[in-house]
């Protein structure tokens, strides 16, 4: 069973600090991506990442999928209060075609003004 | 955004009462998901279809079932509600199982 672990599990930072957070696996996968979650909504995808070693950047969010693929961080430079929610990453296992993506835990983030 | 709703929004049962929960999309999109969300866990597939009429399980399938006449729509019926089964619901879909998933704004079920 390919797993991803999402490290920390919680952040709490100041407004215009800086953060990463780690989504990390010992499996493979074929592509990444990347939700936000607010309060009392669904998951938003923000970005899919597909190639080794891709770096993909959103306004002030940095995604980057590791040289093998098997893990995955996203950094966010001059954090908000609109930043804050739960970040979630999913995979999808190679040759997955009809295999439903692997999703981890989550890191909640809050950032304080 | 992508055009997905679930009805209810919220909803309070008894133990031992039939629930339907249902997911509507007007995207089109062959597949649909049905997961739900509780502290600790993340979230979680109970079960997905990929076309009408057909589905198969995920890993919390057992006390669920689904069922899917139209493209359009995806119902979850938890057949006899028990408190484990209190919980946020999401729906989702993609077009294809490895694309990004488009969730709808949940349904808060509470058990008692």
């Known amino acids: 069973t390919q797993l991803l672990e999402q490290s920390p599990q919680f952040l709490s930072i100041q407004e215009g600090e800086n953060l990463t957070v780690y989504c990390n696996s010992s499996s493979v996968f074929s592509s990444l991506q990347w939700y936000r979650q607010e309060p009392g909504e669904g998951p938003v995808l923000l970005v899919t990442v597909v190639t080794g070693g891709e770096v993909k950047k959103l306004k002030r969010l940095t995604f980057q999928f590791g040289d093998a693929r098997k893990d995955s961080s996203l950094h966010i430079t001059a954090a908000q209060p609109g930043d804050t929610g739960l970040y979630l990453c999913a995979g999808a296992p190679p040759n997955s075609g009809n295999t439903p993506l692997v999703f981890g835990k989550g890191t909640r983030l809050s950032v304080i003004a | 955004d992508a055009g997905i709703t679930q009805s209810p929004r919220h909803k309070v049962t008894e133990t031992g009462t039939p629930v339907t929960l249902r997911c509507h999309q007007t995207?089109?999109?062959?597949?649909m998901y049905w997961y739900r969300q509780d502290p600790g866990h993340g979230l979680r597939l109970i079960h997905y279809s990929y076309g009408v009429k057909d589905t198969d399980k995920g890993e919390v399938s057992d006390g669920y079932s689904v069922s899917r006449s139209k493209t359009e729509d995806f119902l979850l019926t938890l057949e006899s509600a028990t408190s484990s089964q209190t919980s946020v619901y999401f729906c989702?879909?993609?077009?294809?199982?490895?694309?990004?998933?488009?969730f709808g704004p949940g349904t808060r079920l509470t058990v008692t």
């Open positions: 995207e089109n999109h062959r597949y």
């Open positions: 989702a879909i993609s077009e294809l199982q490895r694309d990004g998933k488009y």
